[in-house]
């Protein structure tokens, strides 16, 4: 290798995600040269097989969920969705899996977009190889951020590969509604994946290998999720787990064998069964990790394992919390702690301090786009009771509210909270029901900031809204 080929910038990020490039924009502003390498689109996962194509096939199912149920309206929505014009909806959102307009940003914000593949190898340097098969050496004078993100994680059946199944990329980017589709997995991606594609006319099949969908919030939450989509005519099944899968002749439909006997045929199998870091052939080993392991980080997202404290890890690649507005704010914490290291500034650490990251431990908000809409921030009651924390539950049917009947005559949802007795503050609440999506970011607030429950009664919701949630909560909380 030439010495041409060697560059030396302050900063070095692995990935162009939407946390790479927001490290890299946070390191940028503070006067840090900085690089950011990526092997495929600028944008990540999010921008082209995840947040962003996922929405929008699910903006129209959504919208015509609700429109139908409102007098006046119903009759303009009856018939099925225009297929066409979602899909060519959904390609515009996806920016037709250019990244065009995302390397503008990269370089007006005065970032170096470096394509290829990014591989650490030792301390401070990383070697990319670039399409056309050259090496560049890399060093960093202060910081390498891994932001390297996640893919899908399968299942390990037998020869799986030859089964041709489906993964977050197929189900976001397809171009027709496959007639049958099974999914497996019955978290965040099974579910909305289930309500868009039933929407556009497949018959889904859901499998759950536990007993309710999304298993991880609010039972009540899976609850009124499976009876909406077994309205909208999903089959959705619990308990059951696949057992065996072929595609008839390597190319035909795939039959399906499931852990309670029954066989299934499916024109196409959707894996929704969780993520696997994208670290397997990131050069890992030449710092001493693991290929293919999360990367472990302390509250400054500094990887524990490695000494010297140089090299972060952002994003879905630690493990911490799998959202896009996480680990963009994982993205400005590790940003201002790089750039303070570099200017050899002491750390303002411990909780919510700016060179913490507090909010994706403590105050993770999260919407699941379905109908009914799943909105949740903090601990739910299983949480709290997994990990001895003493809590006041209260619940409360949103469809009691005049703002929720006005929203939708049918409204069906619930509201819980859980308050701390100690602190008497806000640790979790969990929305269900339509047009819940702007109603989580009041709990994040009343969480972030520790609001005492007392000082909520003054926070009057507007009359008639599904803010009104709030006083209801409290008063069911006073009256009980
Ligand atoms: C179907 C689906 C829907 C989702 N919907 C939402 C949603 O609505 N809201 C939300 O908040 N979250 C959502 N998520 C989660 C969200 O997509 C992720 O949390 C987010 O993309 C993580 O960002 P990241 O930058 O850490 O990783 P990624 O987005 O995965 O980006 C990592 C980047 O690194 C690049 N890279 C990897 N290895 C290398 C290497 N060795 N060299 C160079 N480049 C490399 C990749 O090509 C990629 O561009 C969804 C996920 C899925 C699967
Ligand atoms: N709207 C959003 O914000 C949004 C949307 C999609 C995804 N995401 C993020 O992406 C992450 C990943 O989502 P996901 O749904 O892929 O993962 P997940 O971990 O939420 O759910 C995976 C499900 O698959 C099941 N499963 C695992 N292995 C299985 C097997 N062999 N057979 C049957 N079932 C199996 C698990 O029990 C679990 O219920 C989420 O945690 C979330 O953070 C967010």
Redesign the pocket.
Known sequence: MTTENIRTYDVIV?????????VADRTTAAGLSTVV???????????Y???????ALLRPALFRADAAHIPGLASAVAGPLDVDAVLAHRDRMSAHWKDDGQVEWIKSAGIDLLR????LAGERQVT?ETPDGDAVRLRARHAVAV??????ALPPLPRIEELRPW??RE??SAHQAPERLVIVGAG??GV??ATAWQALGSSVTLLAREDVLLPRMEPFAGELVTERLREAGADVRFGVSVTDAKRADGAGEVRIRLSDGSELTADEILF?TG?AP??T???LDSVGLTPGDWLTVDDSLTVTAVPGEWLYA????NRR????????YQ?RVAGAVIAARARGEQLDTGRWAPHSSTADIEAVP??V?TDPTVASVGLTARDAERLGRDVEVVDYEIGHLAGAVQYRPDYRGRARILIDRDRQVVVGATFVGPGVEELVHSATVALTGEVPVERLWHAVPAFPTISEVWLRLLETRSNS
């Open positions: 692995i990935g162009a995600g939407p946390v790479g490039e927001n390498v990526e092997s495929e689109l600028a944008g990540g996962e999010c921008s097989w995840a947040c962003e194509p996922s929405k290829g593949h990014g591989r990319v932001c390297t993100g996640s893919r899908a993964t977050n189900a976001t965040v991606v909305e994946m929704a993520r994208r670290s052939d990131i050069g952002v994003g879905d690649v919390a799998l959202f896009t507005h996480q680990g963009k993205a999260g919407v786009f």
